[in-house]
């Protein structure tokens, strides 16, 4: 496990398991967002902020998609590589519900959380609502996070429409959006 240098932020890698990459449910935008993922892990392990790696699994044990134990629900082999502070385990879209997380933050005197990983409109969103909820200030990364085109009874929705509004709905009331970069910048000169 890392050490922590008790920068009071913490990356959220959320859901970035193999559903996503070899399952039903491949990702298609933005491009290059695992890369960008890895980038920020890399950076996060570097200047000592916690990396939280989040890993969904279906209530079911018959479930189509993140079936426990299956292959699909495994960790992306990138993630599970490299050091992170927490490996968290949930079953609902937010990742404070049902989990030790919120206590585990604050414990560590964690006041910001950075979030990546996927979906950017299910968990990735869900888990940003429920921080600022919770008092922590949110980050969401742009180009860190991603989704898959959407069709279903109430309508259709393309991956790039679906990623824009959900960054512009973050922006407008519950996190800081900017890219990887962006991010990275603010960690190298101190920000907080």
């Known amino acids: 496990m890392p050490e922590i240098n008790g920068t009071g932020r913490a990356l959220l890698v959320i859901d970035v398991q193999n559903e996503y990459f070899t399952g ?68 609902l879209p937010g990742s404070f519900t049902g989990t030790e997380l919120e206590s585990w933050l604050r414990e560590r005197g964690i ?3 950075t979030i990546a990983g996927y979906m950017t409109q299910m968990c990735c969103d869900t888990t940003a609502r429920q921080a600022m909820h919770l008092g922590f200030h949110v980050e969401f990364l742009s180009d860190a996070t991603g989704t898959l085109a959407f069709q279903n ?34 960690l190298s000169a101190g920000l907080p």
Do not use: C, Y
């Open 24 to 91: 039903k449910l491949p990702v298609t935008h933005p491009a290059g967002s695992l890369q960008q993922i890895l980038r920020a892990m890399d950076e996060a392990n570097s200047a000592g902020v916690a990396v939280v790696v989040v890993q969904h699994a279906a209530p079911q044990p018959d479930a189509p998609v993140f079936r426990k134990g299956s292959p699909e629900w495994e960790l992306h082999p990138e993630v599970a590589n490299r050091p992170n502070s927490l490996i968290l385990h949930k079953a």
């Open 111 to 113: 006041h910001t959380v």
């Open 153 to 186: 009874s109430a309508g259709e929705v393309s991956a790039e429409q679906l990623h824009r509004a959900i960054l512009v709905t973050q922006q407008a009331r519950f996190s800081q959006v900017m890219t990887t970069g962006e991010w990275i910048g603010k």
